[in-house]
């Protein structure tokens, strides 16, 4: 016999005040502007709400928000660029030669560790969501699943529905032009 979901205590009127700003902060690492972000968060609410009953308490409320953000924003991205199977491999002229090497004035400078406070450590990562702010959605989706989810690029260019080739460019430009953008912004202030 399945237990109500009063009887888990699952207050679904509370959601939205207790998980509303960790979802949208997730989001909007994810997606690449505010709205957009904003949007999934609530659509997360309602897909929760709708599907209430099939909250067997498994695991906290939290994770379970969690999973279902994560698969809206897959579903986002799907709906994006579904249709898209191409990428042009024109765009980094400014970084590199015919060959493929680096061009000279381009070529990424040396990092040197900085001993970071908290405070310089927040400018950092505000400095690090306007940079990726610049990358394309499909490069920000790349780059946040290689690296923020750990995902292998067999799984990125599944659920992406892009070619192993497609997939390598796109995180390669994504990596060059963030690492630029932080040089400009960060390293070299």
């Known amino acids: ?25 997730f989001a909007r690492w994810k997606v690449s502007d505010e709205e957009t972000a904003r949007d999934l968060v609530q659509d997360t609410f309602f897909a929760a709400y709708r599907r209430i009953d099939e909250f067997r308490g498994d695991s906290s409320e939290r994770t379970w928000l969690f999973a279902i953000i994560k698969n809206k924003i897959l579903d ?25 090497h680096w061009k000279k004035d ?7 560790s900085k001993e970071v406070d908290a405070l310089q450590q927040k400018e950092f990562y505000s400095v690090l ?5 610049k990358l394309t959605e499909q490069q920000q989706l790349v780059f946040a699943y ?21 997939y390598w460019v796109l995180l390669h ?17």
């Open 1 to 25: 016999m399945q237990e109500s979901n009063e009887s888990r205590n699952v207050d679904a009127s509370t959601w939205v005040s207790r998980f509303s700003d960790e979802l949208y902060s």
């Open 76 to 100: 986002f991205y799907r709906s994006k660029y579904r249709k898209q199977e191409h990428i042009s491999l024109s765009g980094n002229e400014e970084h590199f030669e015919k060959n493929g």
């Open 106 to 112: 381009a070529s990424p400078g040396d990092w040197h």
């Open 129 to 133: 969501a306007a940079c990726r702010d």
């Open 146 to 166: 290689k690296y923020l989810e750990d995902k292998d690029a067999d799984e990125i260019c599944k659920e992406m529905n892009i070619s192993s080739s497609n």
């Open 173 to 189: 430009r994504a990596r060059v032009q963030l690492r630029s953008c932080l040089e400009k912004n960060w390293i070299n202030e």
